[in-house]
């Protein structure tokens, strides 16, 4: 029995390094640290998120308010800001990068080169997604991997169950990790049908979520948003016979 309980510790630990990708000697020897970032407890995380926004903004040319693109989303958005009980923010990167994230504290970026290639209720879908993400606890996990298998644990000291202060460029690291982070079949599909039902909830044209997952599966597979597990032509089809369905 114990050697049954040891390895089943071992897989354990092992699971949650493969969620942030790559193992490399570096995540190996993060390893370690894993026992003592487990008490990092949620709101922790949170706390982390809004501060790695806060260097993320500093970093992107951010839309301020009078400029198109930010009046676009502000409309989409206007009644989304405690939308399934989150509190949620959003601001748009001015960059012809094609790509949209969440953080786990409601932060939800757009970025204008996603935004000049779809039309609004295209964008409404990506957002619904996004949130999808936030509120399934996606995003959450993200930043715990990213967190529990970089170099700043024990600088975090998450031994004492608290986080303490990070530098910008290791909040701007971690924020590209989690951001960047690959979610599974089943985490992609569950935030496109949070998608798809918000888009219901709004009567926004359903069929505009197959039609933005066309647009982004031609483009190929290039990172960030357009980087999902499935394809972007698996998860089109999927919500393609939903919307068939009539469910």
């Keep these: 029995m114990k050697m049954k309980r040891l390895v089943s510790f071992f897989m354990g630990c092992f699971a949650i390094i493969l969620l942030s990708g790559c193992i490399t000697d570096k995540h190996l020897s993060a390893g370690g640290d894993l026992l003592t970032a487990a008490t990092v407890t949620n709101d922790d995380l949170i706390k982390m998120s809004k501060e790695m926004r806060v260097v993320g903004d500093k970093q992107n040319k951010v839309a301020p308010a009078n400029n198109k693109y930010a009046q676009r989303l502000a409309r989409l ?3 989304l800001k405690n939308e399934d009980g989150l509190d949620l923010n959003f601001k748009v990167y001015i960059t012809k990068d094609i790509n949209a994230n969440a953080t786990a504290d409601g932060s939800i970026r757009m ?3 996603l935004m000049d290639m779809m039309t609004d209720d295209e964008i409404f879908y990506v957002i619904g997604h996004e949130i999808g993400h936030v509120k399934g ?3 959450l996990n993200a930043i715990r991997v990213a967190y ?3 170099g ?8 004492s169950g608290t986080v303490a ?3 910008d460029s290791q909040l701007g690291d971690l924020l590209n990790a989690a951001v960047n982070a690959q979610f599974s079949q089943k985490q992609e599909y569950a935030a496109d049908n949070y998608g798809y039902n918000m888009m219901k909830k709004y009567k926004v044209d359903t069929n505009a979520a197959v039609s933005a997952l066309r647009k982004i599966d031609a483009l190929g597979q290039s ?3 357009l980087s999902s597990h499935p394809n972007s032509a698996d ?3 999927k919500l393609e016979n939903l919307i068939k369905s009539g469910k």
């Design 137 to 139: 606890g996606d995003s």
């Design 111 to 113: 970025y204008s080169g």
């Design 152 to 159: 700043v644990v024990k600088a975090a000291g998450a031994a």
């Design 235 to 237: 998860r089109a089809n």
């Design 77 to 79: 958005t206007n009644k």
């Design 165 to 167: 202060a990070l530098t």
């Design 148 to 150: 529990t298998t970089s």
């Design 223 to 225: 990172g960030g948003f």
